[in-house]
């Protein structure tokens, strides 16, 4: 009997420390993504994909209002950030967190949150121009393929 009450006890006590450093990093995830400015980072980000998209495909332009408010019910700060806390609580452990903050709390780390939203616009246009110069490619592509699928569902 006294083994099993130690084995409860330690079960408990494991459980109850493995609780708490989760809370841990759960704050710390959570202070980091405020320090970072992740609502307003994720708003720019939003703007920057549904312009990007509008430019792709301009017969969406009188449908820009109900694509925002589409993401900005799904996709809004609000409604990821208790995903997003649990993704780098997971990662990462309270001690990882702190060093991540420190990092961004200097000048070179306020440069990069600054930078970010920039350099994902100008990735995201990148890849958008590849896809555009080379559309042609994409659509033989598909059409080979089309044909190949019908092929063998004649046979």
């Known amino acids: 009997m006294k083994i099993i009450t130690t084995l409860s006890l330690f079960v408990s006590l494991t459980n109850s420390s493995l609780s708490f450093a989760d809370s841990d990093s759960r704050k710390e995830a959570e202070n980091m993504l405020d320090m970072l400015g992740m609502e307003s980072t994720l708003e720019q980000s939003i703007d920057q994909t549904l312009n990007i998209q509008l430019q792709q495909n301009p017969a969406l332009v009188p449908y820009r209002d109900v694509m925002k408010k589409f993401f900005q ?83």
């Open 73 to 155: 019910k799904h996709m809004s700060y609000q409604s990821l950030k208790p995903d997003m806390v649990n993704i780098y609580a997971e990662s990462f452990t309270a001690s990882e967190l702190r060093e991540i903050i420190a990092f961004y709390s200097t000048p070179t780390g306020r440069k990069t949150i600054d930078q970010m939203p920039k350099l994902m616009s100008k990735g995201g246009r990148i890849g958008a121009k590849r896809v555009e110069d080379n559309i042609q490619e994409l659509q033989q592509m598909i059409q080979d393929e089309a044909a190949r699928i019908q092929k063998t569902q004649a046979q």
